[in-house]
């Protein structure tokens, strides 16, 4: 590994010029897609083979258009509910013409005869290896990914064979390929998903499934500070360190669509701005009991493109009877999906609080230990720099962490110090700890900005979250009471984790009892809150964790924000 070494040198070697003029191309660190003239829809395919062809054929003409060898793009049709939004929306801001629809064969025929497909690439649709390895062959060597079953079919449309990769390992792959490879990103995808192979072809990218001693070399191979595409197998912590111990982030993004298109030309939009607090606008006299509900799993970039929008969460009727508080991925989507983005930001209400999920989801505190200990400091200062930039592009201004160890440890506290000194105008942060989310009990963490500012770190005192029998966590109800019987013990300026998946059932005589997760009469999300918020004392009032921060910081420090006020 000593040209990792020497890579890693080199890269922390710029890292003090890169401070001072960090620009937005430096601070990207998605790839980035060219947009576009011409965008062809793929007809929905019938079959897992058919839809791994199409996403090789979205894949490779992507490709050919950063290469400038094509002006097309191809849309890949789908189920998920608010696609369809995403692609007009994306179409009217790239101002494509839009193409008659073909189905997937008739499309890798016509690139083929467009000289942008060279053949194909063989694969066994087993479950094992042979799919992933493919994919990375199809992006080097331009071949659609064809099923063994498929062959013939493809022989007779005038395709030759590229490589066959059904006698081919993860391993193999990578030690033949690895010099041609993208290091600044990786695709994680189980062999029985074809979800993302169009943006690993489109971008060269490695295509892995499995937390191992192989999965780890590739780790340390690749640039500090890429994104890891998809889901792993496993445990989720099991899966999320070993990434963050190297110096990357996971993006929990293993059911997205169409990234390809749904980014190209990201880096030259100017995003909306999230509208925030101004703190000369909260009454800071008000005499009441303040407590905080902000949603999890915003680091879930899949659920933030899809089924975050729906009448469950963002767009659930409870929104306009309650203050309310949503983890989400906004610096990603702003790169990925910036139609998403926008979307997010317009339908934002004033009492309602975005908060950054710190870049994407990784551990703060074992974040690139193994790069050594003075450059693993380096490495998440550069990657503090880099979200400022975004930060201020989308105008957030709080930050949410979830850390693998105690939130209050000494890295935990090192790494919210960087944050803190690297982000201009930062409100505050939050920290959850893997399990349980409130570990710190409420507990605030004080560390200070560049203009000797201090900052809160403000972690969660209960979990909104069901079926635990432990302390702190609890129902809609028992959340209520623990926060009743805080007020009346003048325990004031907290705020409640919710559990985005847990879900519940009110009974007839309005007593509420724990569903299984996949209960079809079972509720979730927003409405579990509202619950709650029915049962608190009328001292006790529910505004927006921004909001909160603020009040913390006048409660605290009330000389800086008379300061910044003025």
């Known amino acids: 590994m000593k040209y990792s070494y020497l890579y890693l040198f080199l890269f922390l070697l710029a890292l003090p010029a890169q401070s001072q003029s960090l620009d937005l191309a430096t601070a990207y660190w998605w790839p980035q897609q060219k947009i576009p003239a011409k965008v062809v829809k793929c007809l929905r395919p019938a079959t897992f083979v058919e839809s791994i062809l199409a996403q090789s054929v979205a894949g490779l003409v992507a490709q050919a258009v950063n290469e400038g060898l094509s002006d097309e793009m191809v849309w890949i049709e789908n189920t998920a509910s608010q696609y369809n939004e995403w692609y007009k929306r994306c179409i009217q801001r790239i101002d494509a013409e839009e193409l008659a629809s073909e189905n997937a064969w008739n499309l890798a025929v016509k690139y083929k005869n467009a000289s942008l497909i060279k053949g194909y690439v063989l694969y066994k649709n087993d479950g ?285 506290r090192k790494a919210y110090q960087i944050y803190a000194e690297e982000i201009d105008d930062l409100t505050g942060m939050t920290a959850i700890q893997y399990n349980p989310y409130h570990n710190g009990g409420g507990a605030i963490i004080w560390v200070k900005n560049k203009q000797n500012i201090d900052i809160p770190v403000v972690t969660a005192r209960y979990s909104l979250w069901g079926k635990i029998d432990k302390a702190g966590f609890g129902r809609p109800d028992q959340i209520a009471g623990y926060i009743n019987a805080d007020a009346s013990n003048n325990i004031n300026l907290n705020w409640t984790i919710v559990h985005a998946w847990s879900r519940y059932k009110k009974q007839k005589d309005g007593s509420i009892i724990d569903t299984d997760n996949d209960a079809p009469d079972g509720v979730r999300g927003l409405t579990p809150v509202k619950w709650c918020k029915d049962r608190l004392d009328s001292s006790v009032k529910i505004i927006s964790i921004e909001e909160l921060l603020w009040r913390i910081r006048a409660e605290y420090h009330p000389e800086q924000i008379t300061n910044l006020k003025n």
């Open 128 to 412: 094992l290896q042979s799919l992933n390895v493919a994919t990375v062959y199809a992006g080097l060597h331009q071949g659609i990914l064809v099923e063994e079953s498929q062959e013939q079919t493809a022989v007779n449309k005038g395709f030759n064979l590229l490589v066959d990769a059904r006698s081919k390992n993860y391993q193999t792959c990578f030690n033949e390929e690895k010099n041609n490879l993208n290091k600044r990103m990786i695709v994680i995808v189980s062999p029985t998903m074809q979800n993302n192979r169009d943006w690993a072809i489109a971008q060269k990218s490695m295509v892995y499934y499995g937390v191992n001693p192989l999965y780890e070399s590739i780790l340390e191979w690749m640039e500090p500070l890429s994104p890891i595409v998809g889901w792993n197998e496993g445990g989720e912590s099991t899966h999320v360190a070993p990434p963050s111990r190297w110096g990357h982030f996971n993006t929990a993004s293993d059911f997205c669509l169409n990234f390809p298109l749904l980014s190209a030309g990201s880096m030259n939009e100017n995003p909306e701005k999230i509208r925030t607090i101004d703190p000369n606008d909260i009454d800071f006299n008000e005499n009441k009991h303040f407590h905080a509900f902000m949603m999890s799993d915003g680091d879930n970039m899949q659920w933030g493109m899809n089924g975050f929008f729906n009448k469950e969460y963002f767009n659930n009727a409870c929104r306009n009877q309650m203050a309310t508080s949503w983890t989400s991925c906004p610096l990603n989507l702003s790169m990925m999906a910036p139609d998403v983005y926008n979307y997010l930001v317009s339908n934002k209400k004033d009492d309602m609080s975005i908060v950054e999920f710190s870049g994407g989801y990784f551990y703060p505190d074992v974040f690139a230990e193994n790069r050594g200990e003075t450059e693993r400091w380096e490495i998440l200062r550069q990657f503090a720099r880099k979200a400022n930039i975004h930060l201020k592009r989308t105008g957030i201004k709080v930050l949410n962490f979830i850390t693998l160890y105690p939130i209050d440890s000494e890295n935990a």
